[in-house]
């Protein structure tokens, strides 16, 4: 199974970590990122799209469901530390897009892939997962 690890834009610096919100810079990187990642995904397959409840992280979530012309969950799974339960739980015919924070995405690669990574604003990480849940680190987008 493939699985997105999506770091949110860039966002405000100060205000409540909730509520703080994409800057108008980071809504246009963005955009232009999840474009042209966009031309990259399989045509044939379902997307599932989960996204952190917070505020910079639903406008991420908005703006690639806009592009992908398809929805998305919010989930308060996505601000745990171990999110295997939930993904154990997914659809292994789907593409799925987890747009969430740091440190629970590199917590996540490490937990699955045994490596470290640095996950900046706006990254796109594509891991493969086994039915074991290991996994492997296949590109930085």
């Keep these: 199974m493939i ?3 999506l770091r949110h834009g860039k966002a405000e610096v100060f205000g409540d970590d909730f509520s703080r919100e994409l800057t108008k810079q980071g809504k246009i990187e963005l955009y232009n990122k999840y474009k042209e990642f966009s031309k990259s995904l399989p045509k044939d397959k379902k997307i599932k799209i989960y996204s952190s409840p917070l505020k910079r992280a639903c406008q ?10 398809t929805d998305f969950t919010i989930n308060n799974e996505v601000l745990n530390y171990n999110i ?3 993904i154990e739980g997914f659809e292994r ?9 740091e ?3 590199s917590t996540w690669i490490r937990d699955f892939c045994k490596v470290d990574v640095i996950v900046s604003r706006g990254s796109i990480h594509k891991i493969e997962v086994d ?3 290991q996994g ?5 987008y």
């Design 3 to 5: 699985i997105y690890f």
């Design 60 to 69: 991420s979530a908005e703006i690639l469901s806009e592009i992908l012309k």
């Design 84 to 86: 295997r339960d939930f």
């Design 93 to 101: 015919d789907k593409i799925n897009i987890i747009i969430s924070h």
């Design 103 to 105: 440190p629970f995405i």
């Design 131 to 133: 039915k074991n849940l």
């Design 136 to 140: 492997k680190l296949l590109g930085l």
